[in-house]
């Protein structure tokens, strides 16, 4: 009996064997008719690619990260934008859902436009996302270091910042160079690590440390601005637009999932379920467990979650959360590593940069790209170490990040748009149907109005980059960019294949 039982257990160990390389020689097939051949190892589950885009999206990081902020522009109301911006990017993803599904091509915006518009649209689109990218892992590091500081008890100086930054740098890309799986591991931990904080610390405030009813989600304590609510609230946007943004990354790294088409799509749309309702759930506990509104609405309580940890869970209990959240820092910037170097990769493997062939190269024993994370790595850590001397600059270009982010989102979703008036049909496992000039037209609406929101200047005393900030240095990423469009042409290099989506069908 024991040996029946053996030999079932080994034939079905075989047939499983023989399903997965059925699926990676699928994939290489697939990726093969595409133009490409890869040497990526594709060992990254489903849920390992979704904690990817999770980390990435880090719901901890953006809500602790922007909470004093938009509480103190919005009032409580502001929780309602994360359920607005919420549904506003689940449009925007299922569009790069439909656009991943038929081109599972490792490098996100950039093969993805270049496949339904062409080489100029996509090499741009791939710019304005790769500058953003690399300004984000600055921001990220450089937000992460105030909680180094009280974990340790210290007072942040611009030097000390910017020691931490680097060196949560300096942590990410170790882990991103010793390959896919640890990423994929050190990505899974992250998950854990930073939902289980969501849970519990949310649940925790929402049950024992809550001083305001559900109600006052819908009070405004006052707030106005030119004796309108509107802009207060409009401007209260910011944190939850900061925060939805990372399912992209889980295309990102389509060459290292098995079944990319099918899977990957459903990884981004889990992105924003399981990421959106962790948010919303920090979120609302923190709005609700605030001691004295009118302090943090006058901004006498500059960090308020640092005042509700502490008074709701003890000193200890505080600085246990704060080790949560740092967590999520370093694992949200290996996402962001992890995605810029494989845009640099695919930029590189079109021959669309300088060092083409350098960039290209995958390392025969971690199969990750190593100079681009490399180099994806030491930009990060420039533009951070830059806050030493240029501290108002440094900070202007950091506040590029979302915006950039948004405007190279928005730059596919048009090219999707161009694509179905040219004929684009998605021919990949996941489709819209007819659904899909409808959720096209809204995620494009939705994502120009983010764009405007973002970048409206709204206090006009202020010096000129904390108003036009954000417009200043988007204006000068896309000058830039065209500069060397025009100078170098690199969209003339190489031979793979660029605006052919409406070409291809089922």
């Not at 290489?28 to 979704?50: C, I, V």
């Amino acid at each position: 009996m024991s040996n029946r039982l053996r030999t079932a257990e080994l034939d079905a160990t075989a047939a499983i064997d023989s399903t997965a390389r059925g699926t990676l020689d699928a994939d290489a097939a697939q990726l093969q008719a595409l133009g490409y051949a890869s040497k990526f190892d594709r060992t990254m589950s489903e849920l390992e690619n979704f904690s990817l885009g999770f980390t990435y999206l880090s719901p901890v990081v953006g809500v602790y990260s922007l909470f004093a902020f938009a509480l103190a522009a919005g009032g409580p109301p502001m929780f309602w934008w994360y359920v607005l911006v919420g549904i506003g990017q689940m449009f925007v993803c299922l569009i790069f859902g439909e656009v991943v599904s038929q081109f599972p091509i490792s490098g996100g915006l950039y093969p993805w436009a270049r496949r339904l518009v062409g080489k100029r649209w996509a090499w741009m689109a791939g710019w304005v996302y790769g500058c953003a990218l690399l300004v984000s892992i600055a921001a990220v590091t450089t937000g992460g270091a105030p909680f180094v500081a009280q974990l340790f008890g210290f007072t942040p100086q611009p030097a000390t910042t910017t020691s931490i930054a680097l060196v949560m740098i300096a942590l990410a890309t170790l882990c991103n160079v010793s390959g896919t799986r640890l990423l994929a591991r050190v990505a899974m931990f992250g998950f854990i690590c930073e939902l289980i904080g969501a849970v519990v610390v949310g649940g925790y405030l929402l049950l024992f440390a809550r001083h305001h009813p559900f109600s006052t989600v819908f009070d405004t304590f006052g707030i106005r601005s030119g004796g309108s609510y509107l802009p207060a609230f409009l401007a209260a946007a910011l944190a939850a637009m900061f925060c939805y943004y990372g399912f992209e990354a889980c295309g990102d790294v389509a060459e290292e999932t098995p079944d990319a088409s099918r899977m990957i799509p459903k990884a981004m749309r889990m992105t924003i379920y399981v990421g959106g309702a962790a948010a919303m759930l920090v979120c609302l506990a923190l709005i609700l467990a605030v001691p004295d509104m009118q302090s943090v609405i006058a901004g006498k309580d500059a960090d308020p979650v640092a005042s509700i940890l502490r008074s709701a869970v003890g000193e200890v209990g505080f600085r246990a959360v704060i080790v949560v959240v740092l967590v999520s820092f370093l694992s949200c910037t290996l996402s962001m590593q992890a995605a810029a170097s494989r845009l640099l990769f695919a930029y590189a493997r079109d021959e669309m940069i300088a060092g083409a062939k350098l960039f290209s190269r995958i390392s025969p024993r971690t199969h990750v790209p190593v100079a681009a994370l490399l180099t994806a790595g030491l930009v990060a850590a420039l533009i951070a170490l830059c806050g030493l001397w240029l501290q108002n600059a440094v900070n202007t270009i950091i506040s590029f990040a979302s915006a950039g982010i948004y405007i190279a989102f928005q730059m596919l979703v048009l090219a999707a748009l161009i694509a179905r008036a040219k004929g684009w049909k998605p021919a990949g496992p996941f489709t819209l149907g007819r659904w899909g000039w409808p959720v096209n037209i809204i995620a494009l609406s939705y994502g120009l109005f983010a764009i405007v929101d973002m970048i409206w200047p709204r206090n006009p005393q202020d010096p000129w980059y904390n108003n036009y900030g954000m417009i200043v240095t988007a204006v000068g990423v896309v000058l830039l960019g065209t500069l060397y469009m025009i100078a170098a042409k690199p969209y003339d290099r190489g031979h793979a294949p660029a605006g052919d989506a409406h070409l291809l069908h089922r």
